[in-house]
């Protein structure tokens, strides 16, 4: 038994080996071409790691040097304002983390602690809306915001995730179904109106699932692509994933530049990555907390 649970433990592990290096993989690959000097690229495609270290390719992604100057070193030329579709992603990470937090938490109290008719109805119609493809929406949410003249405009791309998100509100309402109900009705005693309650008793107490929430919500909303890319393809609005969508398809001398492009992509996971190392753990237990209530 011992010999069948010790080879039983190295199979597992190396499973979770093979499935980390498929994982990691990618981003490892994506960190090595921004790291190479693009005239050594092609020579050395196929190396574990860069020939000719440098970090040439952030500076011409920040602007830092030249269109002439990039392509005598080998780049394609093609430019990309990264600062502004910086700006642009974080203020459109930020509206729709406040918003859908704020108007889901909302919600999630509603349909946890309020009773009102239709209430199991509408509660399994926003339940029913997380097996709903976001593409089926696309089509009549663009002739909304067209029709309301907010084509290339923030509005125009955070007002579908401005209201409420289908799993924000479920995840939520679990955990405030799990809340002790005796310090709301202490307060209710006193005299507290159910907004009130809300504000002053529940949000508190509720740190770490809206944390978790604003944190997925904030993750989806700096790599959304597809409907700022509908929405607002001009480059005054472009978000970071339209940026670099711009950038490659920009190939003066036949071919994408794929030291600058994947330079870019570095600097765009970077976010990502710094909020997964440092919540992953939290947000897995908040998940597995309030998915058992």
Known sequence: MNGRASWGR??????LLAMLAITLGPLWLVA??????PQALLAHAADALPAEPTLLNFRRVLGLVSADDSMAVGGSGA????????????LFTVLVV????????????????????????MFAAVVGSMMLPGVVLFIPNFIL???????????GMVAPFALISG???FFLRQFFLSLPRDLEEAALLDGATPFC?????????????????????????????????IVAPGEDSQVLPVALQHFKSQTPQGQPD??????AATLTLLPTLLLLVAFGRRVVESVQYSGGK
């Open 10 to 15: 190295w199979l597992a592990w190396a499973l």
């Open 79 to 90: 430019e990309v304002n990264f600062l502004r579709a910086l700006g642009n992603s974080v």
């Open 32 to 37: 090595k071409t921004a790291l190479e000097h």
């Open 167 to 169: 799993f924000s509100i």
């Open 145 to 155: 915001i067209k029709q309301l003249g907010w084509l290339n405009s923030m509005a």
């Open 258 to 263: 794929w030291t600058g492009l994947m330079a």
């Open 197 to 229: 309650i809300f504000r002053r008793v529940v949000l508190p107490l509720s740190i770490t699932p809206l944390a978790t929430v604003a944190m997925l919500s904030g993750i989806a909303a700096w790599n959304e692509f597809f409907w700022p890319f």
């Open 98 to 121: 406040l918003l859908q937090t704020g108007n889901s938490a909302m919600a999630a109290y509603a349909f946890a602690r309020l009773q009102f008719p239709g209430k199991q109805l």
